[in-house]
């Protein structure tokens, strides 16, 4: 069956990096884009970045443009989500999940998600 599994969160001080990754099973992730979501306590879930298949084509929100980076290893069954810069705000709760539509940017176009991983960057 489909899985997506997120690791890498954690706390650090703010200006500090983490790197996301993201493990993917049960599909073949050169016919699927992927993309990272947030969730911070109290707002609505929000894109983030994405990628299409093949990693060519990447796609940032505003508030993370220059400071994340998206980027896949389909023979490794993994996506990455490389964060520079981190600030107080980029708090959240981070999912990674599988494009099933056509929009890279609406969640509602993306059909499995994994659990999450926990970023607190602390002022």
């Known amino acids: 069956q489909v899985q997506l599994a997120e690791s890498g969160g954690g706390l650090v001080q703010a200006g500090g990096s983490l790197r996301l990754s993201c493990a993917t099973s049960?599909?073949?992730?050169?016919?699927?884009?992927t993309g990272w979501f947030r969730q911070a306590p109290g707002k609505e879930r929000e894109f983030v970045a994405a990628?299409?298949?093949?990693?060519?084509?990447?796609y940032y929100s505003d508030s993370v443009k220059g400071r994340f980076t998206i980027s896949r290893d389909n023979a490794k069954n993994m996506v990455y989500l490389q964060m520079n810069g981190l600030r107080s705000e980029d708090t959240a709760i981070y999912y990674c999940?599988?494009?099933?539509?056509?929009?890279?940017?609406?969640?509602?176009?993306?059909?499995?998600w994994g659990r999450g991983t926990q970023v607190t960057v602390s002022s």
């Open positions: 049960g599909y073949n992730p050169n016919h699927y884009g």
């Open positions: 990628a299409n298949w093949s990693g060519r084509d990447t």
């Open positions: 999940a599988r494009r099933g539509g056509e929009d890279y940017y609406s969640a509602r176009d993306y059909d499995y």
